[in-house]
């Protein structure tokens, strides 16, 4: 069996890449944006260097690589980016897959294909939402929400037009060691690490401290989208998450206990979104049922493995 990972040099996909030369005998291609992104490919994927927004270059690649599972991971994925260029976002996430689902569909494979949500398409939920099932009401408050919700539906459209066997999920906030410091868990741990090393003054720069996420280990969430795309029935649509809500201010005073030193903070306004919701939390439920899956690794164990991936980056 042949699995191929459209980003796979990306922070989830190199997890993903690990998790199925571990747990299966399938082998791995990956599609790779530009040369300098091969140093970041795990061992044993074949990489082939390819713009999704090429339409040309995908059908190559996929009859190249001629897969029986797909996982669709590449994207613009930083929210705050779709705020600054909200042309680039649509581009990236709808004409890539677009490119993607038209090349399989053309190349006549049977390929089990996973389609990349995000809890974003839900945007500004309720209190009464809450917890968040596929059935709560869409509500996008970015470009990168309304770009999601495109991909999402393109694979229902594909799934009943086409007849391809989509898979469609919505996972909730995803970290874990190797995540781009962008993002919320590893700008904490990458300020903390260069504060200890003497690189910088010992005061931390915040957003929102006060918003509480759905927080899910990229290490088990890779594992989802492999029972995802064995055990998911085609055309349907998962919630992927831990079904716990937990504050930002939470993970960081994680992080600041397993540090030896003190450090104050200061709000940055820079940090904070356009808009925002208060409370985030998934509910699971569909998707367990169905594949049976469940997290392992504990929010606060996360939150220490990316404090010690930091340390190992920063010499």
């Known amino acids: 069996m042949r699995a191929l990972i459209t980003g796979v040099a990306g922070f989830v996909g190199g997890h993903l890449a690990e998790a199925i030369h571990a747990g299966t005998d399938w082998e791995v291609w990956g599609t790779i944006l530009a040369p300098t992104d091969r140093a970041y490919v795990v061992d044993g994927v074949t990489g082939v260097e390819t713009d999704l ?3 040309e270059a995908v059908r190559a690649v996929v ?6 599972f797909v996982f669709h991971l590449a994207g613009q994925a930083y929210v705050p980016q779709s705020w600054a260029d909200p042309w680039d976002t ?4 709808i004409r890539s897959q677009l490119n993607l689902l038209e090349g399989i569909s053309q190349a006549g494979l049977a390929s089990r294909i996973m389609i990349v949500g995000s809890n974003e398409e839900y945007g500004l939920v309720q209190v009464d939402d809450l917890p968040i099932n596929e059935d709560t009401p869409l509500r996008p ?25 989509v898979i469609r999920l919505r996972p909730f906030n995803h970290i874990g060691p190797r995540q781009n410091d962008r993002f919320v868990a590893p700008s904490f741990a990458k300020q903390i690490v260069e504060i200890e090393r003497g690189l910088k003054p010992p005061v931390l720069k915040l957003g929102n401290m006060a918003a509480q996420r759905d927080f ?8 989802a989208y492999i029972l995802a795309v064995t055990h998911g029935e085609a055309g349907e649509v998962y919630n992927i998450g831990s079904g716990r809500a937990r504050s930002v201010r939470e ?3 994680i992080m600041l206990t397993a540090s030896p030193i003190k450090i104050a903070e200061e709000t940055d306004p820079a940090k904070f979104r356009p808009s925002d919701v208060p409370i985030s939390v998934c509910d699971p439920t569909k998707f367990k049922r169905q594949t049976g899956w469940e997290p392992r690794l504990s929010f606060e164990q996360t939150c220490v493995d990316i404090l010690t991936d930091w340390r190992q980056r920063i010499p």
């Open 216 to 223: 899910t280990d990229v290490r088990d969430m890779v594992r």
């Open 141 to 165: 408050n970015s470009p990168y929400s309304i770009s999601k919700i495109a991909q999402d539906f393109m694979g229902l459209q594909y799934f009943l037009d086409r007849q391809l066997p």
């Open 53 to 55: 927004r090429d339409p």
């Open 90 to 93: 649509y581009q990236t996430n």
């Open 63 to 68: 009859e190249q690589a001629r897969p029986d």
């Open 251 to 253: 993970m960081l005073d």
